[in-house]
């Protein structure tokens, strides 16, 4: 157990519709990052906050957004989703965001857009 | 984009044989961080080499790294069932990590 939760574990939905995944970092992290896996298009670092600002953008679409509340959680929101979109989706938090810290990765939302 | 590539890409053998995967990265990096994936699950940490080390242990794992060359590699001895899974290696850049495609190793009983 990473420390790491995510919520929820699956989720089935129809395109065009919105989502939100939650994220909450092991206790005393203060970066989240959010990633995107699918079978095609392997790992993709999505978007990293810090102490609640943005610190890194990734391979996020515009129809993707994020957030880090005061208590540190993340979430995650995809609206008009389409059938691409259908990933695991990770969440990882760190110590600090400078890339010289492990990251410590929670248990992933299986996404299903149908 | 990917900055680390993992070769080769699945590598099957015997329990208790050595598997090497290899990573080779574009730009200058402060440190290489492998990690492992079973199957659907999320990542777990390996081991983090920092530039100015050449060699790390951690129980069954041996990473190298080259940075005259830009590569790392991931040695795990006497093989064991369940080390089957997807390796990745991760290179820090700008704050961030960039990550390779990944090796998938499956290790026969």
């Known amino acids: 157990d990473s420390g790491v939760t995510q919520t929820p574990k699956h989720l089935i939905t129809a395109t065009g519709q919105r989502v939100t995944l939650r994220c909450s970092p092991r206790s005393g992290d203060l970066s989240v990052y959010w990633y995107q896996q699918s079978l095609d298009q392997g790992l993709q670092f999505l978007i990293q906050?810090?102490?609640?600002?943005?610190?890194a953008k990734g391979n996020i679409l515009e129809r993707f957004s994020a957030q880090q509340f005061p208590d540190l959680h993340s979430e995650l929101n995809l609206s008009s989703l389409e059938l691409g979109d259908s990933a695991l989706y990770f969440c990882?938090?760190?110590?600090?965001?400078?890339?010289?810290?492990?990251?410590?990765f929670g248990p992933g939302t299986r996404l299903t857009v149908l | 984009s990917q900055q680390g590539e993992e070769d080769p890409q699945a590598l099957s053998i015997q329990e208790g044989e050595n598997a090497t995967m290899n990573c080779s990265y574009k730009?200058?990096?402060?440190?290489l961080q492998w990690y492992r994936q079973n199957s659907g699950r999320g990542l777990v940490h390996l081991i983090l080499i920092r530039s100015n080390e050449r060699e790390k242990h951690s129980g069954r794992l041996r990473v190298t790294l080259d940075t005259s060359k830009k590569s790392s590699s991931l040695l795990i001895t006497a093989s064991r069932a369940a080390d089957t899974a997807s390796y990745f290696c991760?290179?820090?850049?700008?704050?961030?990590?960039?990550w390779g495609a990944g090796t998938k190793l499956i290790i026969k009983p």
């Open positions: 906050y810090y102490n609640g600002e943005e610190r």
């Open positions: 730009t200058s990096i402060n440190n």
């Open positions: 990882a938090s760190s110590v600090e965001g400078s890339g010289y810290n492990e990251q410590f």
């Open positions: 991760a290179t820090d850049s700008n704050y961030q990590l960039i």
